[in-house]
């Protein structure tokens, strides 16, 4: 890799990205689609987008604008979250998947890009975690909230046959209650008054057009107040998203909860979002994941699916599984567990809060249980999920 040409105070997007087939450079304050969207603070950004929080004059309404690189090729994202919007609202679920409002393409220096514009939320659950919650744990209220709320909307998609292909507690956000009706000064006490820091070329020469003249901080959100109600979450990020019947031909779903037919190269279907909704459930109660994801390879997650897992490998996957062994070292001395042995272990730390009963506990193994099956078409669905009694109690 060539060294860097740029520098800035902030750590966020790699500023190399701001390159022809790149990000798009955006300042707060800039104005989209001929002054329609007009950008307040920066939410975030992967390795294919920046997200900005702006105000849609036209609508008088806060939005998220997702903005892509311009060098992506398939359109995946947008085509899946305009064919959600055509769809009717009466499912339950419908109201827990992050809506797109409006779509546009917007061309600068680094080429063509495509926009949309989605519900603005506030932080994901990961974020929520990390920020307000004692021990890194959501209480058993919350935990099995969320949980219900994730599993709706992935009946909606299923129902309507679209995969999600990447879910986790990043990908759960929740709404911002009483946004429509905040001013300026209440959207900034909400999403934090937004930091930015220039950008300098390391060689001394003037910043081109093609790069922002400012990295703005992503907004850290002053919410801890909305957990004492009754959070709303949906699912975002439909980058990995998918319809039935034109399958792509893997996922990047992180490692550690992506199922085990992406990892053994097989075809998949809409499934792979309940093998992630089991480890899901896992974290949402414990506040970790269930797979160990230090160092993770993926001979050593199938190796700790198998501990987990009640339905045994598929003797499809016997083959590739005795090739990847090979780079395995085995070791006698790691403890092996059952999914419900290491559920309890993680919950019932001395250390951290525990207010789920043994019982609740035991109930929630089950449930995770029938969700983390090797074969697909063993695994529960969405809509069996929330019949189970675990969501009837408390
Ligand atoms: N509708 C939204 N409202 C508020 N924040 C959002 C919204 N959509 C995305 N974000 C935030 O913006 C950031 C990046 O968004 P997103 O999850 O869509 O992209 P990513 O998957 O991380 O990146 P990429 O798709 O480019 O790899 C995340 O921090 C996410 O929480």
Known sequence: MSAPLYHCGIDAEPLHRYQPGGYHPLGLGDFLKAGRYQVLHKLGWGGYSTTWAAKDHKKDRYVAVKIIVSETKHKRELEVLRAMSALPRHHPGWSHVNQMLDSFTLAG????????????????????????????????????????????????????????????TRNLAITVPGLESLDEKGFFERFGSPYASPVTRLDGECLMSNVPSHIVQPASSRMKDILLSSPTIKVIDFGEAFFKDSVPDT???????RAPEVIFGDPF??????????????????????????????????????????????????????????GLSHSDEEDTYTLQGWLEEVYFDDCKHSDFTRDDIAKVGKLIERLLKFEPSLRATASDVLADAWFEQG
């Open 109 to 168: 220096p680094n080429g063509t890009h495509d926009c949309l514009v989605l519900e603005l939320l506030g932080p994901s659950v990961a974020d929520i975690v990390e920020l307000y919650c004692k021990d890194d744990r959501l209480s058993a209220s919350l935990a099995k909230s969320f949980a219900s709320q994730a599993m709706q909307g992935l009946d909606f998609l299923a129902c309507h046959n679209i995969g999600h292909g990447d879910i986790h």
């Open 251 to 257: 996922l990047h779903t992180p490692l550690s909860v």
């Open 269 to 326: 279907d809409c499934r792979v979002d309940m093998w992630s909704a089991g480890c899901l459930l896992f974290e949402l109660v414990t506040g970790q994941p269930p797979f160990d994801v230090t160092m993770i390879t993926p001979p050593l997650l199938v190796q700790q699916m198998m501990e987990f897992a009640t339905d045994g490998l598929p003797p499809r996957w016997q083959g590739k599984w005795q090739a990847m062994q090979e």
